[in-house]
């Protein structure tokens, strides 16, 4: 099984993006009057993509899934999912087999013998069917786990555009009833998340001037 498999309920696992709102010691940066225009370099401290704006917007969901981790992520858990779904069908065509046969032995038996033999082989289905469930939980945890892991580690890039833009704050974009599309910086930290994180397992892709 992979080291991080997939995921579950975005919202459920945004990790406090509904809000960033940076420590004193964080203050944002006192947005000049020359650095009123995005996607220009707006002087020292600020870089080429960073809208200036005192509230940012971003959508969490796309951000994961969008990354090079997320989309690392995605293919691990269709893998496994895959893998466990071969491997229902099989179990399953297994169990239909051997009670196919103890139907057919049924009228060979003492009624007694039949129905300690039914007992046994319900209790074999049951247990089957919450071993197969368990492993579908694992994979599920495991996809959870990468999701909080990425959160975490997006953190410290999302808290640097804040400071980049002179923004206060950053809302989870589907709760702001009307914004303009320029304070949504979810492709700006998409592009910087991979450049720093890269899939989550090879690292970063090498820059030219690496």
């Given at each position: 099984?992979?080291?991080?498999?997939?995921?579950?309920?975005?919202?459920?696992?945004?990790?406090?993006?509904?809000?960033?709102?940076?420590?004193?010691?964080?203050?944002?940066?006192?947005?000049?009057?020359?650095?009123?225009?995005?996607?220009?370099?707006?002087?020292?401290?600020?870089?080429?993509?960073?809208?200036?704006?005192?509230?940012?917007?971003?959508?969490?969901?796309?951000?994961?899934?969008?990354?090079?981790?997320?989309?690392?992520?995605?293919?691990?858990?269709?893998?496994?999912?895959?893998?466990?779904?071969?491997?229902?069908?099989?179990?399953?065509?297994?169990?239909?087999?051997?009670?196919?046969?103890?139907?057919?032995?049924?009228?060979?038996?003492?009624?007694?013998?039949?129905?300690?033999?039914?007992?046994?082989?319900?209790?074999?289905?049951?247990?089957?069917?919450?071993?197969?469930?368990?492993?579908?939980?694992?994979?599920?945890?495991?996809?959870?786990?990468?999701?909080?892991?990425?959160?975490?580690?997006?953190?410290?890039?999302?808290?640097?555009?804040?400071?980049?833009?002179?923004?206060?704050?950053?809302?989870?974009?589907?709760?702001?009833?009307?914004?303009?599309?320029?304070?949504?910086?979810?492709?700006?930290?998409?592009d910087r998340i991979d450049k720093v994180l890269g899939d989550g397992l090879t690292g970063a892709e090498p820059t030219e001037e690496e």
């Open positions: 099984m992979a080291s991080y498999l997939p995921f579950q309920n975005f919202k459920a696992l945004t990790l406090g993006l509904a809000l960033f709102a940076l420590a004193a010691g964080n203050a944002p940066v006192q947005a000049q009057q020359s650095r009123t225009t995005a996607g220009l370099d707006l002087g020292e401290g600020v870089q080429l993509g960073a809208p200036q704006s005192g509230v940012l917007t971003i959508q969490p969901e796309r951000m994961f899934s969008e990354s090079a981790f997320g989309k690392r992520v995605a293919q691990e858990i269709e893998a496994e999912g895959a893998v466990l779904t071969a491997e229902n069908r099989i179990i399953e065509a297994e169990l239909r087999a051997e009670e196919q046969d103890l139907t057919l032995r049924r009228s060979t038996m003492g009624a007694s013998a039949f129905r300690a033999l039914a007992d046994a082989f319900d209790r074999k289905v049951q247990d089957t069917r919450t071993n197969q469930d368990q492993k579908l939980r694992e994979i599920n945890q495991l996809g959870e786990e990468a999701r909080r892991e990425f959160f975490a580690a997006s953190l410290p890039i999302l808290e640097q555009i804040m400071r980049e833009s002179g923004a206060g704050a950053i809302l989870d974009h589907s709760t702001v009833f009307l914004s303009a599309d320029s304070v949504d910086i979810t492709a700006l930290a998409i």
